[in-house]
């Protein structure tokens, strides 16, 4: 089989699909690693978090289409100084055993190779998405995020001589 994985800007059209995705991939995560059966960020399941992601002047959003088949999206943050920050990557459950985080993480790498640093923030009970940042992406923790709510967060970094 060759697996084709292209990358397209995403369009309001997407924002269902990619809404149900997100959703789907957020409440997997969170039952893996709590009790509880559905979170995620703010607005991770109503449609306002893709469109504000899509939307925000400062950000690059694509959906992640693997086989003709929308799975999934990433959103890059421009900072000053070729800062950048991975503001969401989320691939459908279904999809998992085809590695396609790591595929992707490398598109982008490829893609915003003039990155001097790039940070991550993951919930601290997403154990599974730790070891991803880590063990196959490079980065390093950086620091702990603790909110007003009593949730907590890690900071992940990847800076330009650990590429």
């Given at each position: 089989m060759n697996d084709k994985i292209v990358y397209l800007k995403i369009s309001p059209i997407d924002y269902r699909i990619l809404t149900e995705i997100m959703t789907s991939a957020f409440n997997e995560d969170t039952s893996l690693h709590t009790d509880l059966k559905e979170d995620g960020p703010t607005g991770y399941n109503d449609?306002?978090?893709?469109?504000?992601?899509?939307?925000?002047?400062?950000?690059?959003?694509?959906?992640?289409?693997?086989?003709?088949t929308i799975v999934g999206a990433y959103t890059i943050g421009i900072n000053p100084n070729n800062n950048y920050s991975l503001?969401?990557?989320?691939?459908?459950?279904?999809?998992?055993?085809?590695?396609?985080?790591?595929?992707?993480?490398?598109?982008?790498?490829e893609k915003y190779i003039d990155a001097n640093k790039w940070t991550v923030e993951t919930p601290d009970y997403s154990k599974r998405n730790h070891?991803?940042?880590?063990?196959?992406?490079?980065?390093?923790?950086?620091?702990?995020?603790?909110?007003?709510?009593?949730?907590?967060?890690?900071?992940?970094?990847?800076?330009?001589?650990?590429?």
């Open positions: 449609g306002s978090l893709i469109k504000w992601l899509n939307e925000h002047k400062s950000f690059e959003s694509y959906k992640i289409v693997y086989n003709n503001e969401m990557l989320f691939i459908d459950p279904k999809y998992r055993k085809n590695h396609l985080g790591t595929i992707v993480w490398k598109h982008i790498e070891y991803f940042y880590t063990e196959k992406c490079g980065f390093v923790f950086h620091r702990e995020n603790v909110y007003k709510d009593g949730s907590k967060s890690f900071i992940f970094e990847k800076r330009k001589y650990y590429l």
